[in-house]
């Protein structure tokens, strides 16, 4: 295997971090719920800065309350502030959730939130779910991840009564993505809540009335009544895998999988769908698998060993990286932020599969991904906006992938999971190559028909 | 599994009373862990015959993915777990922030067993933040016991620390279990420690007489329960041990006003009348 030091141990600090902070994903898993309101147990910067980065990627108003904590804050506690806001955000925003996640000082200083949130008087129908969430303690998966476990512990009811119905817990995935997953799942289970479901919020206009909220998010009721739920598909370790181990006090038993991004991992979905439901392939789905490996089969040759740089969060690094070494990629350097020691494990058993001599980071930076890009030019980058920096210096083309996708518009609307996502992926790579391979052809010689 | 947080004015004697109270129930056959909530990671050093090997923070710090349980949960005498939370140096970070990220970690990594009988957290004397809390947050200990001498500023500490936990005692489930009264010689010190804590809504569920055999014990990095097994001080940890086994006396805390804890030192020595 490989090795790869940028000065790694020599170097102390982060030059261009990979990742963004925990309360991120948290603010992302509680906008999935309908008619919530994120609420930021900190200094009013913080949240400030991730509604912006959220704000950024699907260029809407996200709204999330803040404790604003002072510095008297940091001294005597953050108690007084969060009633305070509390009470505030119920009168003026009437959520019918609110989900507090914390932050690096009200970490810092320890304030018992969870003691806190027992005490404080809840309009009645309405709720409060907390999540425990440090900004130096993770990526927005973990985020993501606590949320997701906080609302999976702290709503639902005990002693349901179990009907045929599917939880799948998507993980942090684009509203569109959630969709194509949905999808599927719907095609198998007659009954199934998706949780927390961005879609009919992030990819919905912010209503101008702050009391309103968008139309999507899994309604609070299908939360309370989850212990219903007979089965459970879990997608994404590091977001979804805290949430998932919470079921079992619901009696729920989460089969944990890769985002089906990619033909294996969209099998492995499918497969599991088809176990936990005793029901057939639908044809149609067959049909759209067939026509996948059809046009990969095709497009093939064009994509056979070209080298590629993924730098995303680590739930859809893994299966980008199982697929493009499926199709005869190269994906040679795979680098992610914070991410569990599965990642590592798992790009590992990758490179192993498919024989390639690559190199996995986790914990990296930018200045990691560009030493290595200096040393080994790679066909493509596959990342989001913040490459695009990289891609211009060294001349590499960049494939916007991940979150967050800043420059921009709607990228977030198309799918990468699935059968069909694997198209839309493959057209995209092969784009992209194309596009940077004609940049500086003179207009006289560019040719007018491609053949792939 | 009965988890019990041990808090008192820094330098009182809560360590070496946490210590040698945990192995006299480990010597009767109790299974115990004793969580060291101290950035001077002091409080397992009679236990373990030496100050540990790495504290589960340096632990973290230097292998922050891969720490294992084995490697931060060493045994002591008489199969005693012991776990030192660790932190930073005085004057830097912040050893409060370092608790809960141990606590945690020790939670994460299936430390709670259920076999246990008993959870001890050691915690430093000043609860000068969240953090140090961490250990009677919901779902951690339940029972805490005071350890105070007859000394003003002991009585003093303790009826503050009192105050923190009577918000946490009135918000969730966490209750106190008494005033272990460990003695200074002070001048009417039984009498003054049992009125303090009757007026504090609790009692004092043992006194420890001051005996230098403890002091022995400590240099030679033992518990008096193997130090010296045959001592009366043995025996009064001994009893120590019984009389938390069988405590019924679980309270919310009543903590007393600054003029009334002054009356209570300027009532006892005009009851003893020497000066």
Same mark, same amino acid.
């Given at each position: ?26 603010? &992302? ?97 309405? +709720?409060?779910?907390?999540?425990? @969430? ?24 005990? +002693? ?129 698998? @067939? ?84 040393? @080994? ?38 799918? &990468? ?36 | ?32 862990? =004793? ?92 609860? =000068? ?52 009264? *460990? ?28 005996? *230098? ?5 400590? $240099? ?11 001592? =009366?001080?043995?025996? $009064? ?39």
């Amino acid at each position: 295997m490989k090795t790869f030091d940028s000065q790694g141990d020599s170097r102390k600090l982060q030059i261009d971090p990979l990742n963004m902070c925990p309360p991120i994903g948290a603010i &992302y898993a509680a906008l999935g719920i309908h008619a919530c309101l994120p609420h930021s147990h900190g200094a009013s910067g913080c949240c400030r800065f991730q509604r912006m980065e959220l704000s950024k990627h699907f260029q809407k108003i996200i709204r999330v309350t803040s404790s604003m904590l002072l510095e008297s804050s940091a001294i005597f506690g953050g108690e007084e502030n969060l009633r305070t806001a509390v009470n505030n955000a119920f009168q003026v925003y009437s959520p019918e959730v609110l989900a507090i996640h914390t932050t690096c000082l009200s970490e810092t200083i320890g304030d018992d939130v969870g003691g806190i949130v027992k005490n404080l008087d809840v309009p009645a129908s309405r +709720r409060i779910v907390y999540a425990s @969430t440090p900004g130096y303690a993770g990526s927005p998966l973990t985020g993501y991840a606590s949320m997701l476990e906080a609302i999976i512990r702290q709503i639902p009811a005990r +002693r349901e009564k179990k009907i045929k119905k599917l939880l799948l817990l998507p993980g942090m995935l684009n509203p569109s993505d959630i969709g194509e997953v949905a999808r599927y799942a719907g095609l198998f289970f007659d009954q199934l809540t998706v949780l927390p479901d961005v879609r009919g919020v992030l990819d919905w206009q912010t209503p101008r009335n702050v009391r309103e909220y968008a139309p999507g998010g899994t309604p609070l009721a299908e939360i309370i009544s989850l212990g219903a739920c007979s089965d459970a598909i879990a997608l994404g370790a590091e977001a979804t895998a805290a949430g998932a181990s919470a079921l079992a006090e619901l009696n729920i038993t989460a089969a944990q999988l890769t985002v089906p991004v990619g033909i294996e991992a969209t099998d492995r979905f499918i497969e599991s769908l088809c176990r936990r439901s005793a029901r057939k392939v639908p044809d149609s789905i067959k049909a759209e698998r @067939t026509r996948a490996v059809d046009v990969l089969m095709h497009l093939h040759p064009t994509l056979y060993h070209k080298k590629a740089a993924i730098f995303c969060d680590a739930d859809l690094a893994v299966p980008l990286t199982e697929f493009l070494a499926g199709i005869g990629m190269l994906p040679v350097f795979v680098c992610t932020g914070f991410a569990q020691k599965a990642f590592m494990d798992s790009i590992r058993a990758i490179f192993e599969r498919y024989h390639i001599d690559g190199i996995v980071l986790s914990q990296a930076d930018r200045y990691d991904l560009e030493q290595f890009l200096r040393e @080994t030019p790679v066909d493509i980058l596959i990342g989001g906006s913040r490459g695009k920096i990289l891609s211009r210096k060294l001349g590499i083309p960049l494939l916007r992938f991940g979150f967050p996708v800043i420059d921009r518009p709607l990228e977030y609307l198309y799918p &990468y999971t699935g059968y069909r996502g694997c198209l839309y992926l493959l057209q995209k790579i092969l784009c992209t190559l194309q596009d940077f391979a004609e940049q500086d052809t003179l207009a006289e010689d560019l040719h007018i028909a491609e053949s792939f | 599994m009965r988890q019990i947080a041990i808090y008192g004015k820094g330098g009182i004697g809560k360590s070496t009373t946490v210590q040698n109270l945990a192995a006299a129930l480990a010597e009767n056959g109790r299974k115990l862990m =004793v969580i060291g909530c101290d950035p001077k990671s002091d409080c397992t050093r009679l236990l373990q015959g030496g100050c540990a090997r790495k504290t589960v923070l340096e632990e973290m710090r230097s292998n922050p993915q891969g720490v294992k349980l084995e490697d931060i949960l060493h045994e002591g005498c008489f199969g005693i777990r012991c776990v030192e939370s660790g932190g930073p140096e005085p004057g830097v970070g912040c050893a409060g922030r370092g608790i809960i990220t141990a606590i945690n970690l020790l939670e994460e990594l299936g430390a709670y067993d259920k076999s246990l009988d008993y959870v001890f957290y050691d915690v430093l004397g000043d609860v =000068v933040c969240g953090g140090f809390a961490m250990p009677i947050r919901e779902g951690k200990a339940h029972e805490i016991y005071i350890v105070a001498s007859g000394e003003l500023m002991s009585l003093y500490a303790a009826n503050n620390i009192a105050k923190g936990i009577a918000r946490f005692a009135n918000t969730g489930d966490v209750r106190v279990g008494g005033i272990i009264c *460990n003695s200074r010689l002070v001048d009417g010190e039984q009498k003054l420690v049992d009125t303090f804590a009757q007026e504090l809504g609790t009692h004092t569920i043992s006194s420890i007489p001051r005996d *230098n055999i403890v002091q022995h014990a400590e $240099i030679h990095r033992q518990t008096v329960i193997t130090y010296a097994p045959d001592s =009366v001080q043995a025996e $009064i940890y001994r009893s120590l041990g019984t009389a938390l086994e069988n405590n019924t006396t679980f309270t919310i805390p009543t903590p007393l006003t600054q003029e009334r804890l002054e009356e209570l030192f300027m009532d006892s020595i005009q009851f003893n009348n020497k000066y």
